[in-house]
């Protein structure tokens, strides 16, 4: 079975700075798929960014980007020029083909220092 | 465009009582699912349909029942609520299982004495 590990249970950064959350996950599949979600205090789930195994080149949406080792099994979450509104708990989560469901981590919850 | 809609936003039940969360999504998705989030852990998938008309078991089914009502409404049953099922639940919608993104509702926190 597949699992994900997030190993920071919090973390906390300066406005303005840079942060790396960090994700493992175990699998046997090679052909899977990747994901950072945000929960900000108002609950809502959001999709931050994606990651596909295939390709080697790794996923930036505007200030967040990834760093994907897909030997290690490793996809950590780099958020940069913090700002207020990224304080949140971020989840990483795992899914491949043929398989219906997410399979999440723990969590890590973000707040950002002013 | 309200996305993924879910009520209640609150509920507080008495051990044994039954009660349905309604779930609704206006873009067209072909599948729902329902998760519980629990403190220190993730999200933890009960009940999924992949399409309408089907369902099927998650990671936690035990306690619930769901029913796809049509292509745009999953609800979740329980029976019998007990103290363990004090959670908060959210419903979610994709195009398809597998690699697609998931979009979630605001969730409803229950709470079983």
């Known amino acids: 079975a597949q699992t994900v590990t997030q190993s920071q249970p919090e973390m906390s950064v300066q406005e303005a700075e840079t942060v790396t959350l960090s994700c493992t996950y175990d699998t046997s599949e090679s052909d899977y798929y990747l994901f950072w979600y945000k929960q900000p205090p108002s609950r809502q789930m959001i999709l931050v960014i994606r990651q596909e195994a295939y390709k080697q080149q790794n996923a930036t949406e505007n200030r967040f980007s990834v760093n994907f080792q897909k030997a290690a099994k490793s996809f950590s979450l780099k958020i940069s020029d913090s700002q207020l509104g990224d304080a949140a708990m971020y989840f990483c989560a795992y899914t491949n083909f043929g398989n219906e469901k997410l399979t999440f981590g723990t969590g890590t919850r973000l707040t950002i220092i002013p | 465009n309200a996305g993924v809609t879910q009520t209640p936003k609150f509920q507080v039940l008495k051990t044994g009582q039954s009660m349905t969360l309604q779930c609704a999504q206006d873009m067209n998705h072909n599948s729902m699912y329902w998760y519980r989030q629990d403190p220190g852990m993730g999200l933890r998938l009960i009940y999924y349909?992949?399409?309408?008309?089907?369902?099927d078991k998650g990671e936690v089914p035990n306690g619930y029942n769901v029913s796809r009502l049509n292509k745009r409404e999953f609800s979740l049953r329980l029976e019998s609520a007990a103290p363990s099922q004090t959670s908060v639940y959210f419903c979610?919608?994709?195009?398809?299982?597998?690699?697609?993104?998931?979009?979630f509702g605001p969730g409803t926190r229950l709470t079983v004495l």
């Open positions: 979610a919608s994709s195009l398809w299982t597998g690699p697609n993104e998931q979009f």
């Open positions: 349909s992949a399409s309408e008309g089907t369902t």
